[in-house]
């Protein structure tokens, strides 16, 4: 459906498959965020059997306002929301720290009995990185060792992949939490773009929150963080009765975000190598760099 001629729009988003949110304004001064639903996207059913036993940290869908009938179907073409007004997309302690607490808000969420959930992300699973990492490990030793990485720290971690066995526990997972996806606006916290949730561990969420790097946005964060922000999500797990063994807990994440790290740091100097990438070369060497300095960190614990 087309717009009325006398409204606007304005392209705030494109994402990697060409789909683009817009921001799109009435004649009536009102305002509204319009975005495209994508193949298999579950973020409708999301929204209407998950989203609403969480605290208000979403933006809501609203009514399409061109719709005759007043509702919007699970298949439609476009989901509106509320617009939030301009958000600003930053590294801060501040919002790491509430959004945090929130992230274990929803790992409390019952999903035993949602089948529809689905357990695939949009990256590889644990294991699965796990397996690339033991069955190219001439490579993966060929690109840390581009960043200066200390071949013992790195036997480190697959000594680590030896004897250690992931938890099985799989809770309710955002999937896609880097800080394109979170804001504050008008004071409230609000997480964005719920089409990539799964059921996952308990570290994907923390681990997109606290290590994972992203072309667009610099992290620019004190190395201190990681430990103020996982005793966050201790203390409010504490709070709602998941009493976790936190050593435990601190050994998996650590060899979990170095295993994506070193994953993560292949996969950018892929990128590089393309020559129709859709991030610049010096987007993706920034990301590089931070990532190669996270790895350096957590082998180092």
């Known amino acids: 459906m087309r717009l009325p001629a006398n409204w606007r729009e304005e392209t705030i988003y494109t994402a990697m498959d060409g789909r683009t949110v817009s921001r799109i304004r009435s004649d009536d001064g009102r305002s509204y965020i319009r975005k495209p639903v994508s193949p298999n996207s579950r973020e409708l059913w999301i929204y209407e059997n998950v989203l609403g036993e969480l605290p208000l940290v979403y933006p809501r869908i609203l009514v399409n306002p061109l719709s005759e009938g007043g509702m919007i179907e699970e298949h439609s073409r476009w989901i509106w929301f509320e617009d939030l007004g301009p958000l600003k997309h930053e590294y801060d302690l501040k919002t790491a720290r509430a959004l945090v607490r929130t992230v274990a808000r929803w790992h409390n969420a019952?999903?035993?009995?949602?089948?529809?959930?689905?357990?695939?992300?949009?990256?590889?699973?644990?294991?699965?990185?796990?397996?690339?990492?033991?069955?190219?490990?001439?490579?993966?030793?060929?690109?840390?060792?581009?960043?200066?990485?200390?071949?013992?720290?790195?036997?480190?971690?697959?000594?680590?992949?030896?004897?250690?066995?992931?938890?099985?526990?799989?809770?309710?997972?955002?999937?896609?939490?880097?800080?394109?996806?979170?804001?504050?606006?008008?004071?409230?916290?609000?997480?964005?773009?719920?089409?990539?949730?799964?059921?996952?561990?308990?570290?994907?969420?923390?681990?997109?929150?606290?290590?994972?790097?992203?072309p667009l946005y610099p992290r620019k964060i004190e190395l201190e963080w990681r430990d103020a922000l996982l005793h966050d999500y201790f203390t409010e797990t504490d709070k709602l009765g998941m009493r976790l063994d936190r050593r435990t807990f601190l050994a998996e994440y650590m060899l979990f975000a170095a295993v994506y790290s070193l994953w993560m740091l292949r996969l950018i100097r892929s990128d590089l190598e393309k020559p129709d990438c859709v991030w610049t070369h010096a987007q993706l060497r920034r990301q590089a760099d931070e990532t190669a300095r996270i790895l350096h960190q957590l082998l180092q614990r």
């Open 110 to 214: 019952d999903m035993e009995s949602e089948s529809r959930v689905p357990k695939q992300g949009l990256k590889p699973s644990y294991r699965e990185a796990a397996v690339e990492l033991v069955s190219k490990r001439e490579h993966y030793a060929a690109v840390a060792s581009e960043y200066g990485m200390d071949p013992r720290k790195l036997a480190g971690i697959y000594s680590e992949l030896e004897r250690s066995r992931p938890s099985d526990e799989l809770v309710f997972s955002h999937g896609d939490l880097h800080v394109g996806n979170y804001a504050f606006a008008n004071g409230r916290l609000c997480v964005m773009d719920w089409e990539h949730a799964h059921l996952s561990s308990r570290h994907w969420d923390l681990f997109h929150l606290i290590d994972l790097t992203h």
